[in-house]
């Protein structure tokens, strides 16, 4: 049970102590925001489509053969590239006081001779800047620059004992970095700047941290960092208006220069506490973000070992960054705690991790550390990868996602309502419901928190709301205007149980459109407990064959709004479990409903107390996935956009270009699905593909971009059909439009 009493405390405390201060976003700069935020007058960053990332190492420097690298970017037809350039070391001959150098640099201008080759390929080059370390003797010059500990003591590197971490909220990043910029963007022909381990280090206790914390908070920073905590959360958030001042600061310099130039942090919005999504949204040109390969490594912050993340990771920066470019950094080689860096990963991984997020959106960027390549297994691959997306570049030049469904994306209240033992326990309702809608073949989208607004809902015809514990007050008036216009919500769980500031309402914000109000009580573990599927029930058709299936972990407990319609779902409580002899009821049924599906005006919604999203989540129950698909379904109570038949798993995306829709379909079966590495390709089919076209849209030809084979499609209408014989990785049913 959620200790309801303790949450006041705590978020009353919030409040007065001023936090409100740091959570909204600080404002643009006037003049860049008169441009649109950060998005470049010219808009070249729409154009790259292909990026390579070539991370140098100290002993690179006139040992590497520039000559290899721009053979491979043309044989691959990479059309944006990212260099290292400076920060704590140096590649080429900076002059800046304590600007660290690569060893044995000399004159040698590595970076320079790569950024000339590039530019004469007609690429695009971002300059790599990491700052988050500093040598001995830039140390010695500048103590004040060290990132320290609790008790003041500067930080070694943890990994190379000859380095000191610098603080990345004072002098070093906002005093000594606006030089090195300014010396690289007056020196070489970059077109922006991407940000290694910039924002990443966490706490700092410095002596200029602390005075500034302290002018701004008027407290100490707190030595008990848990975000559920609200001094922390207040650190938190400090830490992130001192970034966003950041980015802003850098981004006035490298405009100075040149003004379609800019700065973007090269890790995505999470830290100890995420950033507003609206925050980086409108600050970003285009994100580029490290989701390097799956891991066994189950923190917060992890890959996972699922093949289809990356697609999750792709639809996840779009949902604060819209129709601008996202990319998601992939890298080669095996990603794990061991930090094998100049591994390589075999063929089939990399293809289904790099295919995973370009069917989502994502504009692939492969990252290789080290100019001097050990193993070269990986470069046909990623040859081939890029050609085959050169080659269709005109069919991945999205210009929108054709999904009505969206998902609701909240991380921050994740952190912030369950700390860092609860977090993953909130989180793990998004994912349950994302796995749901993946393996149910609807087609969605998500959207982050802080674009939820009449205009940006009106691509959704459908919103998903997993436990979305806080909602302002204008939110759920937001929702309950889209349901009035024909809108449909699936909410689960304590969905609008708080305001936007983690003040429990007593009820739900939005009990109106539930049909039922909070009893002011969660049940934190429910035991074998059971669902009785009310048959007949338009909401449960085609789930005739179950009548009853396994209960949902936790219920949030609820009274109906006086009589309503039947419910499709009820209660059978929980009963006794041992010993065998014992384990009957005497209740197996009970009015008490456990959806609650009502048409509201002209639109629908579907409410569900227990924690069925989060519940898949953890266990994958079959019944389970049926239920969540039914009722998305009936909230739909229209055929999908794009609708697959065939065996398996795949995970499906549907595309519209300047003359083209596009329909993706990823092979997921694979026994590496789930874990591992994909060992080989074991291709799937056939699929049949129906397609919803655009109103007006007339189909004149379909092809199969994976197979190369143009196909006869049936029309009906605006529904196309189309038979894809087999996917190997990715298929893509291109449509072209008269
Ligand atoms: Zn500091």
New binding site residues.
């Given amino acids: 049970m959620r200790p309801l009493e303790h949450e006041m405390d705590r978020r009353s405390l919030l409040r007065t102590a001023g936090v409100a201060a740091f959570t909204g976003m600080v404002p643009l700069d006037a003049a860049i925001a008169a441009r649109g935020g950060y998005r470049s007058p010219a808009r070249w960053e729409e154009g790259p489509m292909r990026w390579f990332q070539l991370a140098f190492t100290e002993d690179d420097p006139g040992r590497f053969d520039p000559r290899f690298w721009l053979d491979y970017f043309r044989e691959i037809r990479a059309d944006g590239v990212c260099l290292s350039a400076g920060g704590g070391v140096a590649f080429y001959p900076t002059k800046v006081p304590n600007h660290g150098k690569a060893r044995g640099l000399g004159e040698q201008d590595p970076f320079g001779t790569m950024v000339k080759g590039c530019k004469d390929l007609g690429m695009r080059v971002l300059g790599r800047i990491d700052t988050h370390a500093m040598a001995t003797d830039v140390f010695q010059a500048h103590p004040e620059w060290a990132?320290?500990t609790a008790d003041g003591e500067p930080r070694k590197h943890w990994t190379a004992p000859d380095l000191y971490l610098t603080?990345p909220?004072?002098d070093y990043n906002f005093k000594l970095m606006p030089q090195v910029l300014q010396e690289i963007a007056r020196n070489y022909a970059v077109d922006g700047y991407f940000g290694n381990r910039v924002n990443t280090l966490g706490v700092?206790?410095?002596e200029?941290?602390r005075t500034l914390y302290h002018a701004a908070a008027g407290a100490e920073i707190p030595t008990e960092l848990d975000t559920a905590r609200p001094e922390a959360a207040r650190y938190w958030n400090w830490t992130q208006s001192r970034f966003l001042l950041l980015n802003d600061l850098w981004n006035r310099i490298i405009r100075a220069t040149n003004a379609n130039g800019f700065f973007v942090y090269g890790t995505e919005r999470r830290g100890a506490l995420d950033y507003v999504g609206k925050d980086l949204g409108e600050r970003n040109p285009a994100v580029f973000c490290d989701r390097q390969a799956r891991s066994t490594d189950q923190g917060l912050f992890a890959t996972g070992s699922l093949a289809w993340n990356n697609g999750r990771f792709a639809k996840e920066l779009r949902a604060y960054m819209g129709d601008k470019p996202v990319s998601n950094i992939i890298s080669v080689g095996v990603e794990e705690e061991y930090r094998w860096k100049d591994s390589v990963q075999n063929e089939a991984e990399i293809r289904i991790w790099a295919h995973s997020a370009i069917a989502q959106g994502s504009r692939p960027w492969i990252t290789k550390f080290n100019a001097k390549p050990f193993d070269k297994r990986w470069m046909p691959v990623v040859s081939d990868i890029y050609r085959w997306l050169a080659t269709n570049e005109r069919y991945l030049r999205n210009t929108g996602n054709l999904a009505t469904i969206g998902m609701i994306l909240d991380p921050r209240t994740a952190a912030l309502e369950g700390g860092n033992k609860g977090r993953a326990e909130i989180e793990l309702h998004r994912f349950g419901f994302y796995e749901a809608l993946l393996e149910a073949r609807l087609p969605f989208d998500e959207l982050d928190i802080s674009y939820l607004d009449a205009k940006q809902l009106e691509r959704f015809r459908v919103l998903i709301l997993p436990n979305l514990v806080r909602l302002s007050d204008v939110q759920c008036e937001t929702l309950r205007q889209f349901v009035r216009k024909g809108g449909r919500i699936v909410a689960t769980h304590e969905t609008s149980l708080h305001d936007e500031n983690g003040e429990s309402r007593g009820n739900f914000g939005l009990a109106d459109l539930f049909g039922c109000r909070f009893d002011g009580k969660v049940e934190e573990r429910v035991q074998n407990s059971y669902l009785t599927l009310r048959h007949p029930s338009p909401i449960l058709a085609g789930l005739e064959g179950i009548p009853r299936c396994i209960g949902a972990v936790k219920r949030v407990m609820v009274t109906p709004d006086g009589p309503s319609e039947p419910a499709p779902l009820t209660l059978v409580p929980s009963y006794q479990d041992l010993p065998m002899e014992r384990v009957f009821t005497t209740t197996p049924t009970t009015d008490v409903p456990m959806a609650f599906c009502r048409n509201v005006g002209s639109g629908r919604v579907v409410y569900l107390p227990m924690d069925l999203d989060r519940t898949f989540g953890e266990l994958r129950d079959s019944d389970h996935l049926a239920l969540l698909h039914a009722m998305v379904a009936w909230a739909a109570g229209e055929p999908a956009p794009m609708r697959v038949t065939g065996p398996g798993i795949i995970d499906m995306a549907y595309w519209r270009q300047a003359k083209s829709v596009a329909a993706h379909i990823v092979n997921y079966n694979n026994p590496m699905t789930m874990a591992g590495s994909y060992r080989e390709v074991l291709p799937a089919g056939p699929y049949e593909v129906e397609l919803q076209l655009p109103p007006g849209a007339t189909p004149v030809s379909a092809t199969l971009l994976e197979s190369g084979a143009k196909v006869p499609f049936e029309r009906n209408g605006q529904r196309l059909k189309v038979r894809v014989p087999s996917v190997r990785y990715h298929e893509i049913v291109a449509v072209d439009l008269a």
Avoid: L, V
Wanted: charged share 0%; with cysteine; net charge neutral.
């Fill in positions: 990132a320290c603080c909220y004072t700092c206790y410095c200029g941290c």
